[in-house]
C-alpha cells in the first residue's frame, strides 16, 4: 500500500515566557492507506502536539513548525504544513478528519449537533442546505446514533458523553476523508463505551476505507485495534513496529518498561506492577543526548553524549536505541 | 403538562442544563424560563417598575395631565394632592414656577431612557466590534486596543463632558454619543475576555478541524456565546447611564434646562429641599426606581444565563 501521509522531521517548538520549549524533535513516520497506526506514549511526549501540528490546529500562534508532513489524495501530493491557508481547510475535514479527547466541550453548546456536521458538508462538499440535513441524518444513523432523524435538531447537553464522541466522529468522517485522526477519542468515557467507540471507528474504517492515526496512552486499545504502533517519549519516536512484534520483541528499554507496567491476567494478585523509576525530561532543554537516558537501566557513555537515530532491528521494526537488549551488548557500530 | 408544573413552588428550581428539563419545542423551552423568571420575585418587581416607565415615555402626551413646559405662578409651590393645601388637579404639586411635577416626570423618563437605550446600543456596538478584534487576532492588535482601552478608562469622564458640553453645546444627543464612547471600554473588555474564552474552546478547535473559515467561526460560533454575556452588561449599563445622565442633567452638562429631565428637575428643587421638599423628591425617586428595575432584570439575566451560578442559588 502506497503511504498517504509521511512525515519527515517535525520539530515543534514553543516559545513560551519560560524559554523555548521542545515538544516535537524530528518526528518521522509514514501512514499507508487504509492503515491502522497507533501512536502510543504517556502524557506530555508530543503525541497531540505532533499530529495537532500537521494540520495547523495548534491555537495561539506561539508554535514553531518545521519539517514535511506530505500528504497524497490521488494523484496529488502536497506538503500540508507549506499550504496555504484556504487550501489547509480544504484538507481539514474534507481529506484528513480530527476526533479530540473531550467530546464535552468540543461541541458548541448554543448550535444543534445537526447544524454543527451540516456546516462542514456545506463547506467541504458545496450542499445546499436540505441535502445537507439529508446526509447529515444519515451519517448520524450511520455511527449508530438511534432515531436520527429527530435527534438532528437537539443540543449538545442532551446527549450522553459516549453519543457526544459519536457526533464528533460523524462531524469528522461527514465528507468522507480519506485519514482519521483520533486523539486519545476514548480517554474521557468509561469502559464500555470506549468499547463501542473502538469498535465504531473500525468499522468505519473498513466501510469508508480510510487510514487512522489514534493517539492513546492505553496500551490495551492499542492491542485490539492497531496494524502497527509507534511508541514516542519526550517528543521524539522511540520504537516503530507491526503490533504483534512490539508486543512480543520490544527492542527500545522504555517499550519494555511501557509493556511491564501493563497488568497481566496470569499475573499473581499481590504483585505489585512494575514501573519506570524517575520522570519525563524537562522539555525546555534542547536535547543532546538520549532522553530516556536519565531512566535507562541499560544507559551507557554513548548515551550520554549522543542522540540515538532510528535504526532497522526487524522487518518494519525501528528503534532509536544504542543498546541491544536480545544480546546485552551495545549494538554494533557503539 | 410536564412533573415539572406539578412541583410545589418552594421546590428545587428546575435546570435549563439538565437533559431532562427543556427537551422539546420552543414554547416549551419560554414556559420554563417564564417559571424561573416567577420564582425571581425581584425579577418580576424589576420587570413590572421598567414596563411603566418604558410605558410612560411612550404614551406621555395620553397620560400625563399638563403641559409640562406651561408655567403657570397662580398655582406655584403646589403641595401634592393628598397634603391638605393640595389639590389632585397636581397629583405630585407643583414646582416653583408651577409647573406639574407627574407630567414633567412622565416626560422625564423619555431622556432617560432614550439616553439609556442609545448610549448602550453605541456602547454595546462600538465594544463588540472593537472587542472581536482584539479577542480574535490577539497579539499586537491586541495590545494596541487595550492599551487605548486602559487610557480612555483612566480618563475622567467628568472632564470630558465638561469638554464636550463646552464645545458643542448642551443637546441629548452629545450626551448619547458621550456616554456611548465613554462606556465602550467595558463592552471592549468583557467581549474580548469572552471571545479569547471561546477562541480556545474545544468546538472552535473541532470547528477549525473541519475546515471552518474565520467568517464562520466568528459568526456561527463566536457571536451567539456573546449575547449572554453582553445582554447583562448592556441591562446594568443602562442602569447606569439613567443614573449618570442625572447626574449630568444636575450639574447642568446634559439636556438644556427648558427639557424637562429628572436631573433637571432635581436640580431646580435643590434650593427648596426645606420648605417644598416634594420637588425634589419625586424626580429622585424616579431616577432610583428606574435605576433599580434595570438591576433587578440584570441580576436575574446573569442567574439565568449563567447555570453555574444559578445552580448556587436557593
Known sequence: ?334 | MSEQALRPPGGPIPQLGAATSDEGSLSQRLRYVGRLFWRDKGAVLGLALFLLVVFAALFAEQISLHDPLQQNLEVSKQPPGWMTAGRWEYPLGTDNLGRDLYSRIIYGSRVSLTVGFFGVIIAAGLGLVIGMFAGYLGGRVDGAIMTVVNVVLALPYLLFVVFIAGVFGRSLLNVILIFGITDAPIFVRVTRGEVLKIRSSGYVESAVSIGARPMRIIFDHILPNLIGPLLTVATFEMSAMIFYEAGLSFLGLSVPPSVPSWGNMLEAGRSYLQTLPWIATFPGVAIVLTSLSMNLLGDWLRDVLDPRLRRARK
Not at chain 1, 501540528?53 to 500528504?71: D, H, K, Q, T
Open chain 1, 1 to 334: 500500500m502506497p503511504p498517504i501521509l509521511q512525515v519527515k522531521n517535525l520539530v515543534t517548538r514553543f516559545n513560551t515566557q519560560e524559554g523555548v520549549v521542545h515538544a516535537v524533535n524530528g518526528v518521522s513516520f509514514e501512514v499507508a492507506e487504509g492503515e491502522t497506526l497507533a501512536i502510543v506514549g504517556e502524557s506530555g511526549c508530543g503525541k497531540s502536539v505532533s499530529v495537532m501540528s500537521l494540520l495547523r490546529l495548534i491555537p495561539g500562534g506561539s508554535a514553531r513548525v518545521s519539517g514535511e508532513a506530505l500528504f497524497t489524495d490521488g494523484f496529488k501530493t502536497s506538503d500540508l504544513l507549506k499550504l496555504p491557508d484556504p487550501e489547509l481547510r480544504q484538507v481539514r475535514g474534507g481529506q484528513i478528519g480530527f476526533v479530540f479527547q473531550d467530546p464535552l466541550s468540543s461541541l458548541n453548546p448554543v448550535l444543534t449537533i445537526g447544524e454543527q456536521i451540516a456546516e462542514s458538508l456545506r463547506e467541504h462538499m458545496g450542499l445546499a442546505d436540505a441535502p445537507a440535513r439529508d446526509r447529515t441524518i444519515e451519517i448520524l444513523a450511520r455511527v449508530g446514533l438511534p432515531d436520527a432523524a429527530s435527534r438532528y435538531g437537539n443540543y449538545p447537553h442532551q446527549f450522553s458523553g459516549g453519543m457526544r464522541q459519536r457526533v464528533m466522529i460523524a462531524m469528522a468522517i461527514s465528507c468522507g476523508p480519506k485519514l482519521l485522526i483520533a486523539d486519545e477519542p476514548t480517554t474521557a468515557l468509561d469502559v464500555t463505551i470506549q468499547a463501542q467507540i473502538v469498535d465504531l471507528v473500525l468499522r468505519l474504517q473498513k466501510e469508508l476505507g480510510m487510514a487512522v492515526i489514534w493517539i492513546t496512552h492505553d496500551l490495551g486499545i492499542v492491542a485490539g485495534m492497531a496494524d502497527r504502533v509507534l511508541v514516542m517519549y519526550a517528543g521524539q519516536v522511540v520504537e516503530q513496529a507491526l503490533l504483534d512484534d512490539l508486543y512480543e520483541r520490544p527492542q527500545h528499554p522504555y517499550t519494555i518498561g511501557l509493556l511491564g507496567a501493563l497488568p497481566r491476567l496470569d499475573d499473581v494478585k499481590t504483585k505489585r506492577l512494575a514501573n519506570i523509576k524517575g520522570g519525563p525530561p524537562d522539555l525546555r532543554a534542547e536535547p543532546r543526548h538520549c532522553q530516556f537516558a536519565f531512566r535507562c537501566p541499560h544507559a551507557f557513555e554513548r548515551c550520554w553524549s549522543e542522540i540515538p537515530d532510528s535504526s532497522v532491528v526487524g522487518p518494519a521494526h525501528t528503534a532509536a536505541c544504542f543498546y541491544d537488549v536480545e544480546k546485552g551488548t551495545p549494538r554494533n557500530g557503539s
